[in-house]
């Protein structure tokens, strides 16, 4: 739920499918014998996901369609190769003029694509949104911001009731709406045709069947080397792989590792990079069982995370045991380590029942992952039950506090900074709330009441240990390692650790 400089389409690329394995897209990306060439700058790229965006709306939306509509809307702060905000976006500077101000310059003279103005207002709009809309997906971390005020046409003061130094970071996932258009709209309307300033344009969609874009000739920053992109998608891995090798699609995404080895000893280019997605697990502490906190270690202690990368991704993901170490490369420095005798004997005779909920067709494996984790649990004496979901219900579900049990799903920290986890999962206000305790809403907040995030660090390893080592509400899994390939002559897809993807070089 991050960035990087050049990489305007943003997030993870797998959503809640709808499809049937037919009628995918064939006809919708030209058909196995299209032959849609021509000059470079003259195409239109065939993309292929996973499956269907719930919404295109940035504003309720879960950052995982975030692939499309970032084609066309902009976030307010861009970031560089660090995963550090940078001042090459719509907002170019910024100060924090006392512990609890932070004042923004917009970048002038830039404009929606619908004419609207793109400017101190709109940037003030977006944010009061993305703080007030009930359904919004980043409403918890925007809690503490008290004031939005806009002294000029490119000035934006943002004043928080207690110290808040991450601020600038946040605001690298918030995407800019127009305000007229977006009011007139509504949030469903919106999603229906997305309008932004970024390098693309709306162009249309066939409903469950494919979204187009296409260039911006107006856009602000550096034109697109394509006409325009059209996306399609497929739950089943074998049918991405078969749209691929059939020359039907110019790039297909999250190729499981099965089929990613199929794909290159078909002689397709295959790129795969370890990214900062981690599936975690997620125990609800207010609902039995898991409202008992030995049942709780019991479950931690069951989930063997190292032979769920061994035997299902054949090492071809990363194992990963901590929930707030949201850089690349970061370790934690307490984990939990499986330890299937100590869980069963935690148990002991009481064969408690569990619910394990997960998003069908949503991540690579995912399935076999929850299959994994509940057989770990039926040997330690669980009775397992599974519930299967579309991904936008059970975000639903789960911001509704409607899931007991267990909860697997992807965290992306889509801001460089802990408190992205720990706003979003672990406060007792955050998307999941499945962990609710006083002293972790103290810590988080200060945490946020430091100068800066290497101050805050020694914080958040504790927060760390208290939701993972020592309360178990959270069994983080692994860091998926995503792959995905392009067709003959296709070039330039940027695709950034932070399942980030720009399409404005790419050619064939």
Known sequence: MMIMKSLRSRRPLAVAATLSLLGVGLTACGGSDSDDTGAAGTVTIRALLAAQPATLDPIVGARSAQ??????????????????????????????????????????????????????????????????????QLKSYFGNVSEITTPDATTVVVKTTTPQYNIPDLLTTVYLVPPAYY????????????????????????????????????????????????????????????????????????????????????????????????IIAFLDSTKAPFDDPKLREAAALAIDRNA??????????????????????????????????????????????????????????IEEVSQAIGGSLEQAGFKVSYVPLDYGTLVKRIIGRQVPGISIFAGVPNVAVPDYFVSGFMKTKSITGNCPDPQIDQLAQQALEQDDAAQAAPIYEQLNKIGVVDKHCYVPLYRQIFNYATGPGVSGVEFGPLNTVDFTKTTR
């Open 308 to 365: 769920i990368v061994d035997g299902i991704f054949d090492g071809q993901a990363a194992a990963d045991a901590g929930l707030l170490n949201v850089r690349p490369g970061e370790q934690p420095a307490q984990s939990v380590t499986a330890d299937p005798a100590r869980a069963k004997e935690l148990v002991g005779g009481a064969a408690p029942t569990v619910q394990i909920t997960y998003p069908a067709a949503q991540y690579t494996n």
């Open 67 to 136: 692939i499309v509509w970032a084609t066309m809307l902009e976030p307010l702060i861009d970031t560089d190769d660090t995963l550090a905000p940078t001042d090459t976006g719509l907002v170019t500077s910024w100060d924090r003029t006392d512990a609890t101000t932070w004042t923004f310059t917009v970048r002038p003279d830039i404009s929606f694509s619908n004419g609207e103005k793109a400017d101190a207002a709109a940037v003030a709009n977006t944010i009061t949104l993305t703080r007030d809309s009930e359904a919004s």
């Open 183 to 278: 009011q007139e709209k509504g949030s469903e309307g919106f999603a229906a045709a997305p309008v932004g300033t970024g390098p693309y344009v709306w162009a249309g969609g066939n409903a469950g069947r494919d979204i187009s874009v296409k260039k911006n000739p107006d856009y602000w920053g550096p034109k697109a080397e394509n006409e325009g992109i059209t996306f399609t998608w497929a739950n089943e891995a074998a049918q991405r792989l078969a749209l691929i090798q059939s020359r039907s699609v110019d790039v297909s995404f999250d190729l499981p590792p099965a089929q990613a080895n199929a794909a290159k000893a078909a002689g397709v280019e295959v790129v795969s990079t370890e990214t900062a997605m981690k």
